[in-house]
């Protein structure tokens, strides 16, 4: 049984790659530029919106992971998948598909574009929906809070409930190698609702030193968008945080029903990441 793992590199599907490995799976990783694979797994070029060479990516593949790419179709590399009798794809996706504040805005629309073609796609799919990646943490405030000891946040009640990628990961291998847990929808969350101002606070603790919140307007925030972010994402991402002030986020146990383990705690993540906080 092959099986491909497109975005290699990526924070989720190396993991993906590498517990398929580790689990005895032959795997086949994809990237748009595969200079290096993580180990044991095949190297192959793929853009998925450029599907040339998709039918020899695809030979012998069983099961695919798949990202949610934005900016292109999949179509054609979804016609290739259904010709190689591909049985069975995991989409990565996100809530925004179907929350309220996001579904029929930029991230949500970039999501369900993805996840109509793999549906239209006539492939048997499970599409998975992961809480808020505890990896923002470090994407969105490490640098701020190794260099100056503080963070600015709009927003700091808002409640999310942050899900290690470790989980999504296994999630995902467990999925993509038997038909247990095989549905539409997956809907993948953290252990517990936690506001952004309890994850500094926990972040403080096992870095072992105070980190100070400045509480942003949502014009400093704009202000401060990073160059990689769309106006059009921080927009909506300001609209849900300021939603979820004082509301308690999402817990499932789907977690804990494919894995047999409970999702790993934001503690966990921020211990085994400390280093990037201090
Ligand atoms: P990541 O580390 O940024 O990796 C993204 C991967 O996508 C890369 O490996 C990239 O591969 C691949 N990719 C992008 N465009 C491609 C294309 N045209 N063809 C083939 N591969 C392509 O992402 P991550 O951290 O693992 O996952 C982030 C994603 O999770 C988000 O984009 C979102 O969809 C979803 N999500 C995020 C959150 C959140 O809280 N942030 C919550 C729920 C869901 P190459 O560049 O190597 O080709």
Same mark, same amino acid.
């Given at each position: ?6 975005? +290699? ?29 993580? !180990? %044991? ?9 450029? #599907?040339? @060479? ?10 695919? =992971? ?10 054609? =590399? ?29 991230? &949500?629309?970039?999501?369900? !574009? ?7 796609? @006539? ?8 809480? *808020? ?7 969105? *405030? ?6 100056? &000891? ?48 309890? +994850? ?7 870095? %072992?030193? #105070? ?16 160059? *990689? ?12 945080? !300021?939603?979820?002030?004082?509301? #308690? ?10 894995? &047999?383990? #409970? ?5 966990? *993540? ?5 280093? !990037?906080?201090?």
């Amino acid at each position: 049984m092959t099986i491909l793992v497109t975005g +290699m590199h990526g924070s989720i599907g190396s993991r993906v790659a590498t517990k398929l490995v580790e689990a005895g799976h032959r795997v086949r990783g994809s990237s748009r530029t595969p200079s290096s694979a993580p !180990a %044991g797994v095949e190297p192959v070029r793929l853009d998925l919106t450029e #599907p040339r @060479g998709a039918a020899e990516v695809l030979d012998g593949v069983e099961t695919a =992971f798949l990202y949610p790419v934005r900016g292109g179709s999949v179509d054609a =590399f979804l016609e290739a998948a259904r010709k190689a009798e591909v049985q069975h794809v995991v989409l990565l996706s996100s809530p925004a598909s179907y929350e309220v504040h996001e579904h029929d805005r930029i991230i &949500g629309l970039v999501h369900r !574009a993805v996840e109509r073609a793999v549906q239209e796609s @006539g492939l048997s799919h499970t599409v998975l929906y992961p809480s *808020w990646l505890a990896t923002n943490a470090r994407r969105d *405030w490490s640098e701020q809070i190794r260099t100056s &000891g503080r963070v600015g946040i709009a927003h700091p009640d808002a409640q999310v409930n942050p899900i290690h990628i470790d989980d999504v990961a296994e999630v995902a291998a467990d999925v993509l190698t038997r038909p247990t847990h095989r549905s539409r929808m997956l809907v993948l969350t953290g252990r517990e609702s936690v506001s952004q101002r309890g +994850m500094v606070d926990v972040l403080a603790e096992v870095r %072992g030193a #105070p980190i100070a919140i400045d509480e942003l307007t949502r014009e400093q925030a704009l202000e401060r968008r990073p160059e *990689w972010m769309p106006e059009a994402v921080l927009e909506v991402l300001l609209d849900v945080t !300021a939603a979820a002030v004082g509301v #308690p986020a999402t817990v499932t146990n789907m977690v804990e029903r494919v894995t &047999g383990h #409970p999702s790993r705690t934001f503690r966990e *993540w921020a211990i085994a990441h400390r280093d !990037a906080f201090r």
